[in-house]
């Protein structure tokens, strides 16, 4: 059972030096490009909340 486990981390910490890790400019941009979207997509659903809000206030 621990060699299992001593073998599963020594894989684990093999595999982990093969990984290609993304630069500081990179994660910097990737969580720039998220958040914009997210603002984006916050403003959209904002106003389609707006005019059903709206709609619903005429029906009523």
Same mark, same amino acid.
């Given at each position: 059972?621990?060699?299992?486990?001593?073998?599963?981390?020594?894989?684990?910490?093999? *595999?982990?030096?093969?990984? =290609?890790?993304?630069?500081? *400019?990179?994660?910097?941009?990737? =969580? *720039?490009?998220?958040?914009? %979207?997210?603002? %984006?997509?916050?403003?959209?659903?904002?106003?389609?909340?707006?005019? %059903?809000? %709206?709609?619903?206030?005429?029906?009523?």
């Amino acid at each position: 059972m621990l060699r299992r486990v001593i073998r599963y981390l020594q894989e684990a910490r093999a *595999e982990l030096s093969r990984v =290609t890790w993304s630069s500081r *400019e990179e994660i910097v941009q990737s =969580t *720039e490009a998220v958040l914009l %979207f997210v603002l %984006f997509a916050m403003v959209i659903l904002g106003l389609y909340d707006a005019v %059903f809000r %709206f709609l619903m206030g005429l029906i009523r």
